[in-house]
């Protein structure tokens, strides 16, 4: 089978999309309040050295994804545990992430289409864009992304009207546990996410690749939530919290005279794209983590099985949209704990010592 492979820059377009997906619609803090975007910058700053594990570990073992290195670092034995554990991981993301998508169409736009019909369309596009593979993926990001930035950029500026920037004080007003609470919310949901992506990352050019591409594209994703964050504070002030999507509501009261008005609809199309890149990308580890799994010469025969039980799972996951947004800040943070934090760090140390252990045996040797 052809080797797949994107650039650095699909790669970092990727990647920023993946981040701005469900935190888009959902916001990224629910505790903090008024100084969610200090929450924002402290989850960015706590993910960093986590992303440099990730980036570490894919550049140990180059043109290799994290299945396969499971099995390279563990052997067979405890290497299909942990790609268990990270199939099962990404295959519960990629759920909760369509389901994301269902509750905001449904509520903000279609309420009378049953909701598994619009997680369906969705579901079915991600199945399509998985069988095409990573490199259209990737290019599908780069083409997109610009058009995103501008849509972005045009609603911050349209926005500023509306600015009251007295709605971010007092800043720390209930002290800074909240914010500490609110940055561990936004370190697990989007940032640490990312580790997602070492299952996709198959595919970089170098060995260096990996690093540039977490650093650039979190940085940036990071810069554009953290913005995003604050406009939507700085409009709806005290109300911030108590919407199910504060970023889209935020958008709908922006008005220029007559003539420019629901331009929440255009904001629509960075959620849906964010959503689809974040879904496809869950859908394409889990896959190819089943294939690596049961030794399958190719993970995209078995795309639509796993797409058809990914939907299953979102449209019974949550019983109401209340139930959604509490797991989202409340639960989540707690059950992703492990898979962003404890098993990566036990992959590292282990990466480390294999990689070590080998250079000297080949050094003894010589």
């Known amino acids: ?33 008024n100084d969610a975007w200090i929450s924002g910058i402290l989850g960015m700053f706590m993910a960093a050295p986590m ?18 290195i499971f099995e390279l670092v563990f052997g067979k034995t405890i290497g299909k545990a942990f790609i268990l554990i990270y199939i099962w991981y990404s295959f519960h993301l990629g759920a909760l992430v369509i389901r994301n998508y269902g509750e905001f169409i449904n509520t903000v736009a279609m309420p009378e289409t049953p909701i598994f019909i619009t997680m369906l369309v969705l579901t079915v596009v991600c199945m399509l864009a998985v069988r095409s593979g990573i490199e259209v993926i990737g290019r599908i990001s780069a083409s997109v992304l610009p058009i995103l930035f501008f849509i972005i950029t045009t609603v911050i500026l349209m926005s500023i009207p509306k600015m009251n920037f007295h709605f971010i004080k007092p800043i720390l007003g209930d002290g800074i546990l909240p914010v500490v609470k609110g940055g561990f919310s936004a370190f697990s949901f989007p940032f640490a996410e990312s580790v997602v992506l070492m299952g996709g990352f198959f595919s970089l050019k170098t060995k260096k690749s990996p690093y540039k591409v977490y650093l650039i594209g979190t940085v940036i994703a990071g810069i554009l939530i953290i913005i995003i964050t604050l406009r939507s504070i700085v409009i709806l002030g005290e109300t911030f919290t108590k919407f199910y999507f504060p970023t889209y509501v935020a958008v709908s009261m922006i008005s220029l005279g007559d003539f420019i008005q629901r331009i929440e609809l255009t904001v629509s199309v960075v959620f849906v794209f964010g959503v689809f890149i974040k879904s496809s990308m869950c859908l394409l580890v889990s896959s190819k983590g089943i294939a690596k799994l049961f030794n399958l010469q190719d993970y995209r025969s078995i795309v639509i099985q796993v797409g058809i039980l990914m939907l299953y799972f979102s449209y019974t996951v949550y019983d109401s949209i ?18 962003q934090v404890i098993f990566p760090l036990i992959i590292f140390m282990a990466a480390e010592i294999k990689v070590r252990r080998n250079k000297k045996g080949d050094e003894n040797s010589i």
């Open 1 to 33: 089978m052809r080797r797949e492979q994107i650039t650095d820059k699909q790669a970092i377009c990727l990647i920023i999309i993946f981040y701005i997906g469900s935190s888009f619609i959902l916001g990224v803090d629910g505790e903090s309040k």
């Open 51 to 68: 992303l440099f594990m990730y980036a570490r570990i894919l550049s140990l073992f180059p043109e290799k994804s994290m299945f396969d």
């Open 322 to 339: 209340m139930e959604m947004k509490g797991w989202a800040f409340i639960v989540y943070p707690y059950y992703a704990f492990p898979f």
